[in-house]
């Protein structure tokens, strides 16, 4: 089964400080979504990505995925207080027949001091 | 926007007794998922629906928890007896048709049941 490592596991910056989470598979990756949790609530997603080489930009966030290096990257800039919580990477894997599910990483874990 | 319901957010319950989960997808998402996120770990999947049908409960351990999307729509998730190491937060999610092939598609979340069992 496919394992998605993320590091750090967690992460304190500064206000305005830049930050980068990855994720890294054990596998191939063929699709690797990005998801955010705020402590004890659901998941809320922020981005997919499907191509190596691809780039995504969302206001101050940035994802890339290098699927030679099985690995995703989320880059923040200039964090606020509001990027503080838990941002978690899932990757697309086969259930059965035409069906796929998520395997997700463990989460790191971003506060962000004022 | 459409989002996906769980009811209820939290409950506490002693060891031995039932508890049941319910959600309510997005309307027009054929499939459902259930799964089961510990302190400190990513949502692990616990059983995949397409409409009604089960298509993955490999993870989901039988003896005592039971799913059922009956009619296609909602679902409901119960654990029977409860123990002490369910303690957890299940998430409801749902996606559309293709969520896989891209599109800017993918599963969406329910605000999830936060379970603490005594």
């Known amino acids: 089964s496919q394992e998605l490592e993320q590091s750090p596991q967690s992460l304190i910056v500064q206000e305005g400080k830049n930050l980068t989470i990855n994720c890294t598979s054990s596998?191939?990756?063929?699709?690797l979504y990005w998801y955010k949790q705020k402590y004890g609530e659901g998941l809320i997603f922020l981005m997919m990505?499907?191509?190596?080489?691809e780039e995504k930009s969302h206001e101050k966030i940035t994802a890339k995925l290098d699927e030679k290096k099985q690995q995703s990257s989320l880059h923040i800039t200039a964090s606020q207080p509001s990027h503080a919580g838990i941002y978690l990477c899932?990757?697309?894997?086969?259930?059965?027949?035409?069906?796929?599910?998520?395997?997700f990483g463990k989460g790191t874990l971003l506060t962000v001091n004022p | 926007e459409a989002e996906v319901a769980q009811s209820p957010r939290y409950k506490i319950t002693e060891k031995s007794q039932a508890v049941a989960f319910w959600c309510d997808p997005i309307s027009g998402h054929a499939t459902l998922y259930w799964y089961r996120q510990i302190l400190g770990q990513g949502p692990e999947l616990l059983v995949q629906?397409?409409?009604?049908?089960?298509?993955?409960d490999s993870q989901l351990p039988k003896d005592r928890f039971s799913a059922e999307r009956l009619k296609g729509v909602d679902s409901t998730l119960k654990i029977q007896p409860a123990e002490l190491g369910d303690s957890a937060m299940y998430l409801c999610a749902s996606s559309p048709e293709g969520w896989d092939r891209g599109f800017g598609e993918t599963q969406y979340f329910g605000p999830g049941t936060r379970l603490l069992v005594l």
């Open positions: 899932g990757a697309k894997g086969d259930s059965g027949g035409s069906n796929y599910k998520l395997t």
């Open positions: 990505l499907q191509k190596g080489g």
């Open positions: 596998k191939t990756l063929y699709g």
């Open positions: 629906f397409q409409d009604e049908s089960v298509v993955d």
